[in-house]
Each structure stands twice: as C-alpha cells, then as structure tokens.
C-alpha cells in the first residue's frame, strides 16, 4: 500500500508556471505507475498526465500536451507535474494517483491509491 501526498498549488496569474509535486510512501513506489488526475468545480476527474514505473513513458490530455510535464524519481519517492502557460480552464482541484498494474491507464478507475489532492487556481 502506499500514501499520497500533494504539494505546490496555489494561485497563479494566466501565463504563469506551477510544480506540484506528489510525495509518496512505502518501500514499493518504483513498482507503480504514476498519474495526475484533476477536477474542476461541477466537473468529473479528469486525467491529466500519467509516467510508466521506469519514468520511460508518459501520456498527456490533448488539453494539457505541450504545456505540461510529468516527472518522477524513484530514488526519492516523488512525482512532479510542471505546468506552464497555465490557463484559467486549468483551475482545479489536482490529484495524485498511483496505479499497481502497469500500461496504459486514463480512467479513474484504473488507479488503485490516492492523494488527497492540491488546488491550483489561475486567474484571468
């Protein structure tokens, strides 16, 4: 089992940049794939971003594609997401999941852990 924890929201102007950042426990953080999941007021979670265990794959919403990074390093237990030319549609309550099987996973449902999120809110 492992336990999330989210850091680095806040609020931000349009244009700007945050680093969240998902600190994780356990001994067996290295075995999960890792995902960045996010839900607006009145909205359903989305996905966000999410990196393979090796950190040799990763996959990003369209919405989100070239504006937005997702890192981790095993040594460390943490995964990052680095968002930049943030909108006010990104404005968010983020979260932090991690997913025991490994491959491709974009549903809610496909991850088995998660934070209890961060707020991220970008003005206009």
């Known amino acids: 089992q492992v336990q999330l924890v989210e850091s680095g929201g806040g609020l931000v102007q349009a244009g700007g940049s945050l680093r969240l950042s998902c600190a994780a426990s356990?001994?067996?953080?290295?075995?999960?794939?890792m995902g960045w999941f996010r839900q607006a007021p009145g909205k359903e979670r989305e996905f966000v971003a999410s990196?393979?265990?090796?950190?040799?794959?990763?996959y990003y919403a369209d919405s989100v594609k070239g504006r937005f990074t997702i890192s981790r390093d095993n040594a460390k237990n943490t995964v990052s997401l680095q968002m930049n030319s943030l909108k006010p549609e990104d404005t968010a309550v983020y979260y932090c999941?991690?997913?025991?099987?490994?491959?491709?996973?974009?549903?809610?449902?496909?991850?088995?852990?998660w934070g209890q999120g961060t707020q991220v809110t970008v003005s206009s």
């Open positions: 999941a991690a997913r025991v099987k490994h491959g491709v996973g974009f549903a809610i449902n496909d991850y088995n852990y």
């Open positions: 990196i393979s265990w090796t950190g040799g794959n990763t």
């Open positions: 356990g001994r067996t953080f290295s075995t999960y794939d």
